[in-house]
């Protein structure tokens, strides 16, 4: 039995996991993740080398299902995986619990032996040391990454896999080198899958100089075993220079050069976000904490805190190994000034685990001290799964998501053929639309450009690239605004205002010289900031009609016919705020429909998008006018 727990947890766990699998695309990368693994394309920053190769290759066996539930049973199989190592290393925390040690004390008192008062059979041992790690599986967060493609799956897996490494070296009396070799090799792994493997560095340090005193040879052997982690990291990303010379079709910051390729890497687009301001990293720290109960219920929190006095006791070493990775997490991630947050503070959910390992221990003596049955901490530790498995199951399940796939689908369908669509609606739309149009052919002759990419110079290669003579007649307005971005994408002095200006010049001539080849449309989001402020503005003698879920750029004033709205979008059982936004967006633009058919006295199509609203999305307000107008219809 104790060759195979392990193996049969995680089984355990994919299976569960099966249940909450997402069998389409998701809200904001998932689309784009999942074509960056079927194209072998670069995916946006840190780029995830590890994660797009395996992904291809796992792509390819012929499985009977679409790309994007193979590239979700990729996050599910790796994320399961992860238990493997997650149960490995709660036995060896375990076995280091109840182990008699030698702790020095002050210099007048000599050295005594701790050990906890409690016998634990293996039976037990292998049974608490599954728990542990099923408690990890199933916290939300961690739970939430199985659901779908994504690069936390593999960065959890190597995440497990360097802290069973590191608990192993500690807790091995024999000092060997080729753990530290292999430990090496897996956190170079683990940077070139996402950079929050640095998040466990400053623990394995720790256990470094625990086990090495602090002299040359130790530097020296130290400085070996990091030169390792480089030279997978720099192999790793040398995957991304090779296929950027081969002008994929999604080509995300064109890393063909070493300027292109450490800008890459190192995020630099969203490193405005790190280390923004005090205030922001108190908000992220409150929200850790406030959101700490969704991850773990309050009964689980409460074992882990008395698991963390126990621990301190009880193994002085995995008590700070743990605490180190747990504190320098949260600290760290604080800073971070993102929304999605979430996926960054994984380590310290992972830590917590452990704590809540050492607190069932901590009951354990005390029902021993009691000459109570150990028997009833397993029916305790088996009530705090279920109700945890329970609470958690609804937030991340993921089995009847197609509010994505379905919206996508229907922004597309509703467009004439050889549309060019405007948008920057990432999360919602734009990721998802890489997917059906790159990997699935679903009206990939539709160009969608992204507004806010516009913004980077690599960008313009993408959409030369994926479409030939875009920018035919603004060439000049291209090229200077490429020139004036060079200095902001090197961090140097800009001149923001010149920025700026080529920007709007851009938007402007897409629209002047597009129009006439390709019917064009805007995101709704375009027409109602960028339109508004001034910062968009069409051609002389065009306006914009809704146009179901778009707007269409017309020139005439007559009465503009679109097709019918019989696109079906199916809602999710359990809403969130992306969800919410694309129910809200749906009504509001199906509503803008209705007041322009209204408006050219089409009542009998303004009838059909008003029940439509309130068939399809029930608790949805509709303007007072078209509540007027149907309740008219209605007396009739």
């Not at 997402?22 to 194209?39: H, N, R």
């Not at 992220?284 to 969704?294: A, D, V």
């Not at 504190?327 to 000034?337: K, M, P």
């Not at 069409?538 to 007559?558: D, T």
Request: aromatic share 16%.
């Amino acid at each position: 039995m104790k060759k195979y727990y392990p193996y049969l947890s995680a089984l355990l766990v994919f299976i569960c996991y099966l249940f909450t699998i997402a069998p389409s695309v998701i809200q904001i990368d998932s689309g784009e993740l999942a074509a960056v693994q079927a194209t072998f394309g670069i995916a946006h920053p840190t780029g995830y080398p590890i994660f797009t190769l395996i992904g291809y290759l796992f792509l390819q066996f012929p499985l009977p299902f679409s790309k994007i539930f193979m590239s979700n049973l990729f996050a599910a199989l790796f994320t399961s995986a992860s238990v493997i190592f997650l149960s490995k290393t709660a036995y060896l925390y375990l076995s280091d619990i109840t182990s008699v040690k030698e702790i020095p004390q002050t210099r007048k008192k000599k050295k005594t032996a701790i050990t906890v008062n409690l016998r634990i059979d293996e039976n037990l041992k292998i049974f608490l040391s599954i728990s542990t790690a099923i408690f990890i599986a199933f916290s939300k967060t961690f739970w939430f990454q199985s659901a779908s493609v994504e690069v936390y799956s593999l960065h959890l897996f190597l995440l497990s896999v360097i802290i069973y490494l590191a608990v192993l070296i500690h807790t091995e009396k024999e000092e060997k080198n080729n753990l530290w070799y292999l430990l090496a090799l897996f956190v170079g792994l683990g940077f070139s899958n996402h950079m929050t493997t640095l998040l466990a560095v400053p623990g394995i340090i720790f256990i470094f100089f625990y086990k090495r005193r602090l002299d040359k040879s130790s530097i020296l052997f130290g400085l070996r075993v990091a030169l390792i982690s480089l030279v997978v990291i720099i192999l790793s990303y040398s995957i991304l220079v090779i296929r950027a010379s081969y002008d994929p079709i999604l080509n995300w910051g064109n890393p063909e050069n070493f300027e292109n390729l450490l800008r890459h890497i190192s995020g630099k687009q969203y490193q405005v976000w790190l280390f923004s301001s005090i205030a922001a990293a108190k908000k992220q720290l409150m929200y850790f904490f406030s959101n700490l109960s969704s991850e773990y219920n309050y009964a689980i929190l409460l074992v882990a805190v008395s698991g963390m006095f126990f621990f301190l006791k009880s193994s002085r070493t995995l008590f700070w190994f743990t605490t180190i990775n747990f504190l320098f997490t949260i600290l760290y991630v604080s800073n971070y000034d993102i929304n999605d947050i979430d996926s960054y503070f994984l380590l310290a959910y992972v830590s917590i685990g452990f704590f809540v390992l050492a607190g069932i221990i901590f009951i354990l003596q005390y029902l021993n001290k009691k000459n109570l049955p150990s028997y009833v901490v397993a029916l305790f530790t088996g009530l705090l799964l279920s109700a945890h498995f329970i609470l958690n199951y609804s937030e991340v399940d993921q089995s009847g998501t197609y509010i994505y796939e379905d919206y996508t689908k229907a922004v597309l369908e509703s467009v004439e053929e050889n549309a060019l669509i405007f948008s920057y609606q990432w999360d919602y739309f734009i990721s998802a639309s890489y997917y059906f149009q790159h990997v699935e052919n679903f009206r990939s002759e539709s160009i969608i450009i992204d507004k806010e990419l516009l913004r980077r110079s690599w960008y313009y290669d993408q959409l030369e690239n994926c479409y030939p003579n875009i920018f035919t007649g603004i060439e000049n307005d291209v090229s200077s605004f490429k020139e004036h971005l060079k200095p902001f994408e090197r961090g140097e002095n800009f001149n923001s205002s010149r920025l700026e200006y080529y920007f709007q010049r851009i938007m402007t001539g897409l629209a002047a010289n597009q129009i006439q080849s390709h019917p064009f449309y805007l995101g709704p989001e375009i027409a109602d900031n960028e339109m508004k402020q001034g910062g968009f503005n069409l051609p002389e003698g065009y306006s914009i009609v809704p146009h179901n879920l778009l707007f269409k750029v017309v020139s005439a004033s007559e009465y503009s016919e679109c097709p019918l709205p019989e696109f079906k979008i199916r809602l999710p059982e359990t809403k969130t705020k992306y969800s919410l936004f694309i129910e809200r967006l749906t009504v509001g633009m199906l509503s803008r429909r209705a007041l322009y058919e209204l408006e050219f006295n089409q009542t009998e199509r303004t009838k059909l998008y008003v029940e439509k609203i309130l068939r399809e999305f029930p608790g949805n307000s509709i303007p007072p006018a078209l509540s007027e107008f149907y309740s008219k219809v209605k007396q009739r």
